[in-house]
């Protein structure tokens, strides 16, 4: 909502994951050069402001870096310019979808997308390389096989990310877990090894 907890946890879990996996290949691509994760909030009260300390714990203790993440707020073009959106809840992503309908296709609650991607036949999607274009081929057929496994069905109350504000930091420990029971795999996914 704010863009200072689960969000930004999430834009670096995923970089961090997707630097795990290039570091198993000996590849000479950075993370950021393949995939490329941002968050925003639904309300812009914390624009400007950094993580919330607690949520900048975890992404340290996790070996990802929080420095120089600025909150936003979510703006119909931060939609338009990307191939996945990952929301904490289903009001957010209700939210998403008041803005941009046509990103139905796109757009999870990230337990969803994790539940979902279980059924992801890996075989079908286009061959892995560690090109730029490569993995964005690979993830948008991703994507469009999870939109396919989800068919008209919506998210379940547990797919929801509990919001941790103003708890401690074992409930910020417990949403990163979870977000990284989807992040993790997803990486997988999209860059396996060889």
């Given at each position: 909502m704010g863009n200072i907890c689960r969000s930004p946890m999430a834009e670096r879990l995923l970089v961090r994951a997707v630097r795990e996996r290039l570091a198993t290949q000996s590849a000479e691509v950075s993370a950021e050069e393949?995939?490329?994760s941002h968050s925003?909030?639904?309300?812009?009260?914390?624009?400007?402001?950094?993580m919330d300390p607690a949520a900048a714990r975890q992404i340290r203790a996790r070996g990802g870096d929080p420095a120089g993440f600025a909150a936003r707020k979510l703006r119909p073009e931060h939609?338009?310019?990307t191939?996945?959106?990952?929301?904490?809840?289903?009001e957010q992503q209700e939210y998403v979808l008041g803005l941009r309908p046509d990103a139905a296709g796109r757009t999870f609650v990230l337990g969803q997308f994790?539940?979902?991607?279980?059924?992801?036949d890996s075989a079908a999607l286009p061959a892995?390389?560690?090109?730029?274009?490569?993995?964005?081929?690979?993830?948008?057929?991703?994507?469009?096989q999870v939109n396919a496994a989800r068919g008209d069905a919506g998210p379940l109350p547990g797919d929801d990310l509990e919001d941790p504000w103003g708890r401690g930091d074992q409930?910020?420990?417990?949403?990163?877990?979870?977000?990284?029971?989807t992040l993790?795999?997803?990486?997988?996914l999209l860059l396996p090894t060889r």
């Open positions: 393949l995939v490329h925003a909030g639904t309300g812009g009260w914390h624009a400007g402001e950094g939609i338009d310019a191939d996945l959106v990952l929301t904490a809840t289903g994790g539940r979902l991607l279980a059924k992801v892995a390389e560690l090109t730029p274009e490569a993995v964005y081929r690979r993830g948008v057929a991703l994507v469009e409930c910020f420990s417990r949403v990163a877990d979870e977000i990284e029971e993790v795999p997803l990486a997988s």
